[in-house]
C-alpha cells in the first residue's frame, strides 16, 4: 500500500479515509505481531511510513471536524 500525501489525503472522502485508516492499522499490527514473534520482515521501515500515514489521516480527519464546528 502506497503512503499518502497531503494532496492525496484532500480528494478522498471521509468514508474512504475511515476505510484506508482501518486498513493501515491492521497491517500495522500483522507487521509488529510478525516483529515480536522474531519473523524477518522484508522492509523494516515500513512500520515508520505506517505511522506517519495514520497520523496524517487522524490530522487530515480533525481539521475536517474543526472546520465544520467552525460558525
Do not use: F, Y
Request: no cysteine; hydrophobic share 30%; charged share 40%.
Amino acid at each position: 500500500m502506497p503512503i499518502l500525501r497531503k494532496r492525496e489525503l484532500k480528494q478522498l472522502t471521509v468514508e474512504e479515509r475511515e476505510k484506508k485508516l482501518s486498513e493501515l492499522r491492521t497491517e500495522l499490527t500483522k507487521l509488529r505481531t510478525s516483529i515480536k514473534s522474531g519473523g524477518n520482515v522484508e522492509n523494516a521501515g515500513r512500520v515508520r511510513e505506517i505511522r506517519k500515514t495514520i497520523a496524517r489521516l487522524l490530522t487530515a480527519e480533525n481539521q475536517t471536524a474543526s472546520m465544520e464546528a467552525k460558525p
